[in-house]
């Protein structure tokens, strides 16, 4: 049998771009980089359509970990814990494959949203599927100290550890000072909780006729990225087919960050905005108003269209914008950088 030190399980870039195939890369780099042995079964569905991405997204993965288990051997798999029923019940079949084919595995899961309490606490069958899946895993990372309480609230027991997210554009110098040209930016795939429709109502407001917005992602909804343009102004851009190269400009020439999501994790672009040093408006959902500070003035209830138009007003009229990002410069180097993100890593598989 051929022997691993980590199997990953779960998305990856170029397949998926979002914030967690994105760790599953950095974790799979990270762990090659110490001389790890790993080995990834990329389960991207989005790549697919209709039935082809359901039969994908339920057996496509499952077939590549039954053929991995009966000829390799790892001492870790590392898996993502989603927060949805289905999600749940896939991952309920993940693990029991593992601790049948592989019991000396060890499991480790990592949860990307803010939302632990939320969806355990919708049901009493939420919660009890919820505890069973966790029972599988040696230990389980989380992205903040609140969402661990709120694991905790859960399963009782603490096999769990804090990792919070880094950026992949790491800028040790904050970027100079450029003039402000009323130039906003959304980075965020094309989906309906992603708060776009929020955002693009927001700027067919008359106040904000002379701003203008750019909304940079792929298409994962397209029904919905149809309505969304019936009612999207002059000054409101989509960019759906940019290569990370572009994001990263474009972000970059941009005077702030929107993020209008209904609900988050930790967010990956708000912390490449802070490592650029640029500031950012966004809702007050699940670890965004720790990442920016309680006191942060750019926050805003989501769906709330009214308050995230007083919030863009508010931020142009504001005259330290320059103190600002360099705020947020200081706190993602202190607390998010690409050595601390590397450090928790190592730990996490010690």
């Known amino acids: 049998m051929r022997k691993f030190d980590v199997l990953i399980v779960g998305d990856f870039p170029p ?43 339920v057996f496509g993965s499952h077939f590549q970990l039954i053929a991995f288990l009966l000829k390799s051997k790892s001492d870790y798999v590392y898996l993502n814990i989603p927060l949805s029923l289905a999600g749940q019940l896939r991952l309920l079949s993940t693990c029991f494959m593992v601790r ?10 990592h949860i990307h949203r803010g939302d632990i309490h939320d969806y355990a606490y919708r049901s009493l069958f939420n919660r009890l599927l919820l505890k069973v899946n966790l029972s599988f895993f040696n230990r389980v990372a989380v992205l903040s100290r609140k969402f661990e309480d709120d694991l905790l609230a859960v399963k009782g027991t603490k096999n769990t550890m804090v990792i919070p997210n880094t950026s992949l554009i790491e800028v040790k110098n904050k970027i100079a000072g450029k003039p402000y ?78 993020l209008p999501s209904w609900n988050e994790g930790q967010p990956l672009v708000i912390l490449e905005a802070m490592s650029l040093g640029i500031p950012v408006i966004a809702s007050a959902v699940g670890d965004i108003p720790n990442m920016l500070g ?57």
Not at 30 to 57: F, T
Not at 209 to 237: A, C
Request: proline share 2%; with cysteine.
């Open 294 to 350: 309680n006191d942060y003035p750019f926050l805003y209830q989501p769906r709330n269209v009214n308050m995230l138009v007083e919030k863009i007003i508010a931020y142009d009229r504001f005259e330290r914008k320059g103190e600002l990002g360099a705020r947020l410069h200081s706190l993602y180097h202190s607390r998010y950088s690409n050595d601390v993100f590397e450090q928790n890593v190592i730990k996490l598989f010690s």
């Open 100 to 109: 049948t084919l592989s019991n000396h595995t060890k499991l480790i899961g």
């Open 15 to 57: 397949s998926t771009h979002t914030g967690i195939s994105m760790v599953n890369a950095l974790v799979r780099n990270i762990l090659a980089k110490q001389g790890k042995s790993v080995y990834a079964i990329d389960e991207s569905a989005w790549i697919h359509k209709g039935l082809k991405r359901v039969i994908h997204y």
């Open 181 to 258: 040209n009323r130039k906003f930016v959304c980075i965020s795939n094309i989906i309906e909780t992603k708060g776009l429709s929020d955002l693009v109502l927001a700027f067919s407001n008359p106040k904000l006729k002379d701003f203008r917005l750019r909304i940079v992602g792929s298409i994962y909804e397209p029904f919905f990225y149809q309505k969304l343009k019936e009612f999207t102004g002059d000054n409101v851009e989509f960019i759906t087919n940019a290569s990370r190269d572009d994001v990263t400009n474009i972000l970059k020439e941009s005077d702030c960050l929107i």
